[in-house]
């Protein structure tokens, strides 16, 4: 402590005096805080959203005819959480958005520290995601993992506009503060092979025959945990539910985003309901618990952050401690 602190918080004779002084070595107290820094149960900052594919087609078709193939790797829709002061993040540690590349267009290659991976709702076997040099076919239904650093670019060689859904866990990046970008030196990477048996890419027809295989874990579910390969921030679960299905879900830490790939139904959060129906997506943020009622039979894929609640030991459902 310095002679001059010394002589200047001697000098305080009340509280307010003492925290003007605090002020001048910048500090704050930790008595008489605007708000606590600890609290029972998570603080519920986001709320539940439900975005519609019948929405974001037209809205992304029209961007065809006025965003340019020189931005064509940026002409998405953002889910951005509809709370005030937010215009990215779906849930807190991630982002999903609607992108589409049109019949003939490239999209340059780039590749970010951030892990991202699509969901495909229309495309065909020569529209293409190139990572790291090998073309990945992407038909729909079909999902695609491009890991950290891994330089990724598009190619959509057939005659209709390819859509699609994608998950980054950017929010978290922003938040931690590693982010690097950077765009391929040749502008767009040329592919060296057609690869559909990628690592990367899990194919529509393999994980629902894996699905459908699997036992139910409640009347009518069915799960199937995809990987490896594997995101270390953030899992993939498929899920088919029977038509008239209901699923009750209790709320738990991991950050969620729903995709519904196939069917229609209904999902009731904190008081809302949501109609859903395929390339449909939903944000269910940390703490919320839920149910989903399907009205056909329907496939759903969810993407949640549990691995990174996992692995910080915060993976917690209903009670939190005492669960
Ligand atoms: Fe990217």
Do not use: C
């Amino acid at each position: 402590m310095s002679d001059s602190s010394s002589t200047l918080f001697d000098s305080a004779q009340d509280l307010p005096a003492l925290h003007a002084m605090l002020e001048q070595v910048k500090m704050k107290n930790g008595w008489a805080k605007p708000t606590p820094s600890l609290y029972p149960v998570p603080k519920q900052n986001f709320v539940p959203a439900h975005w519609k594919f019948s929405d974001a087609r037209p809205a992304l078709h029209a961007a065809g005819r006025l965003v340019g193939t020189d931005k064509a790797e940026r002409r998405n829709l953002i889910m951005a959480n509809p709370i005030a002061g937010n215009d990215y993040a779906t849930v807190a540690s991630l982002v999903g958005a609607y992108q589409m590349v049109k019949a003939g267009e490239a999209a340059r290659s780039h590749r970010h520290t951030p892990n991202a991976m699509r969901i495909i709702l229309e495309g065909g076997p020569k529209a293409y995601t190139i990572v790291d040099g090998h073309s990945i076919p992407m038909m729909p239904g079909d999902i695609l993992l491009t890991p950290n650093g891994s330089f990724h670019g598009h190619d959509n060689q057939t005659d209709d506009e390819a859509y699609w859904i994608d998950i980054l866990d950017v929010p978290l990046v922003q938040f931690l503060g590693p982010m690097f970008f950077e765009v391929h030196p040749d502008s767009f990477q040329s592919s060296q092979q057609v690869s559909p048996n990628d690592s990367m890419r899990f194919v529509f027809e393999d994980y629902i025959q894996k699905l459908l295989n699997s036992s139910e874990i409640a009347e009518g579910v069915k799960t199937l945990l995809l990987g490896p390969p594997v995101l270390t921030t953030f899992d993939r679960t498929v899920v088919h539910l029977k038509a008239h299905a209901i699923w009750n879900l209790p709320a738990s830490t991991p950050n969620q985003i729903w995709v519904v790939v196939k069917g229609e139904g209904k999902t009731k959060v904190n008081g809302q309901h949501f109609d859903w129906k395929a390339g449909d997506l939903m944000a269910i943020p940390y703490w919320n618990a839920f149910q989903h009622s399907a009205s056909q039979d329907s496939i759903l894929i969810r993407m949640s952050d549990a691995p990174l609640m996992q692995f910080l030991g915060w993976n917690r459902t209903g009670q939190g401690f005492s669960a």
